[in-house]
């Protein structure tokens, strides 16, 4: 029986080490990338237009974490590279691997159908239409901005930060009265950067919760580098880290910021190594969440209201697959993605893989990497998947393990514990390996695909 042909969507990190891993077992695949490179999201000014990166951004993941198993970063690289540095490294693993050739770039799946009897219909946006055995979802999810909605209307600029590219583009912000809403890490950089004293006027950071904020450092070296062990209880290495960070920032109050309801770890990590030192600095003024939008003015749920030239709409994405149909296949109404086993395999679509849907503490860049495994190994007939009732108890057991102790938001509904999932992982392709072997080792997804439709 033949191995099946995989159709992969995107080529930014997550798209790209799953191609590298297919070619590695011999899969043969086709890759489509709707812009004319590698590197969605880290690829500045995409013309796609999905890429969030901004000119002066430094990956807060420092060198030592995100590094692909098989391709280590240049030795010479910083702590914390920039995103150049880090779209360069990822051309050089593509060219490393060949697996180049196999991308057609400028090539938008449109819509992605799956066929009654298993196998997918992909609709380009060069209007072909191919087969496939399989399809491989990496189009990532830090692309569809969302901006939430206020009573009122705001006569002055606005802005998603996914569009902020510098404090001169795409609107200017030297001497104008700027608002940045949202305390998460591309709020931090914005505000850090406008809030210098020649730059925007007046800086105003709006958030509904306070949130304890990360330094990037801890005696000299990133604090991510040294982790607790996989292996540690998870409430232990929480109070053990909870302690660490009260210790090296104190309370948030301290910097005239809004002290957190909550503890360290219960809600996704803000990191800055600037964004204290400038509220400290009083380069900043703190407001509490927004109450209405009042034509050259903002209300405050304090009642205070401030005049504003420019909002910055830090407030996260929506996960959004636009070329699938069925709602099964898509995140629902409050931005949870579908069941999946291991973030990975819907349970009874034995056809299907999510890549990179997750946000991995404290590392994205090679999450993908780590699924790429179960992914390759299951097409090849070296893996096979639990019953379908195993992988349903799975699936609420691993959800409260990575997410249960944040509160509820959109912002957390695909947090993960990255050595923790990693650790897990390997367990499970270990048992799936041997499912596989005492089956012997049956292609789960035959090929059999016609390429054009």
């Known amino acids: ?126 209007g072909e239409v191919r087969r496939y055995d399989a399809l491989v979802v990496a189009n990532g999810h830090h692309w569809a901005a969302r901006i939430p909605e206020y009573p009122g209307h705001f006569d002055g600029a606005q802005i998603h930060s996914h569009a902020y590219r510098s404090p001169f583009e795409p609107v200017a912000c030297v001497g104008k009265r700027v608002l940045v809403v949202g305390m998460g890490n591309s709020a931090m950089d914005i505000a850090s950067e406008l809030s210098q004293r020649p730059i925007a006027a007046k800086l105003f950071v709006s958030a509904r ?12 070296q990133p604090l991510d580098k040294n982790p607790a062990p ?43 190594g600037e964004f204290l030192l400038r509220a400290g600095s009083g380069d900043l003024t703190m407001k509490p969440g927004i109450e209405r939008l009042d034509g050259d003015s903002v209300v405050f749920a304090d009642g205070s209201r401030e005049q504003v030239d420019v909002i910055v ?11 699938f149909d069925d709602p099964a296949f898509c995140a629902d109404a409050d931005n949870r993605p579908p069941p999946l086993f291991k973030r990975i395999i819907k349970p009874g679509v034995p056809d299907l893989f999510y890549a990179g849907l997750g946000q991995p503490l404290p590392t994205l860049v090679n999450f993908a990497e780590q699924q790429s495994k179960l992914i390759a190994a299951y097409l090849a007939g070296k893996y096979a998947l639990p019953a379908p009732d195993a992988m349903e108890h799975t699936i609420v057991a691993d959800e409260k393990f990575h997410t249960g102790q944040y509160y509820a938001a959109r912002r957390h509904t695909i947090q993960l514990d990255f050595d923790a999932y990693v650790r897990d992982l390997k367990r499970e392709i270990a048992r799936g390996e041997k499912r596989a072997s005492d089956r012997g080792n049956p292609l789960p997804v035959p090929g059999r695909a016609v390429e054009a439709a």
């Open 1 to 126: 029986m033949a191995l099946p042909k995989v159709c992969i969507i995107g080529a930014g990190c997550s798209g790209f080490t799953v191609a590298k891993r297919l070619k590695d077992h011999g899969i043969a695949y086709d890759q489509f990338e709707a812009s004319d490179n590698i590197g969605g999201n880290w690829y500045y000014n995409n013309p796609n237009g999905m890429s969030a990166c901004y000119q002066s951004l430094h990956i807060d993941t420092s060198k030592w974490r995100l590094a692909f198993e098989d391709f280590p970063v240049p030795a010479e690289w910083p702590d914390y590279p920039h995103h150049a540095n880090l779209l360069q490294y990822f051309h050089d693993y593509v060219d490393h691997f060949g697996v180049r050739d196999a991308i057609t770039f400028n090539t938008r799946v449109e819509k992605a159908r799956r066929q009654p009897g298993g196998g997918w219909e992909i609709a380009l946006s060069s």
């Open 209 to 220: 919760r306070g949130v304890w904020i990360f330094p990037k450092y801890y005696q000299g």
């Open 230 to 272: 996989a292996w540690m209880p998870k409430r232990l290495r929480q109070w053990l880290g909870g302690r660490m960070v009260k210790k090296l920032v104190g309370r948030m109050s301290d910097y005239g910021l809004p002290e957190p309801e909550i503890a360290p770890f219960e809600s996704h990590g803000t990191v800055s």
């Open 313 to 323: 709409w830090a407030t996260g994405y929506d996960i959004r697959f636009p070329f």
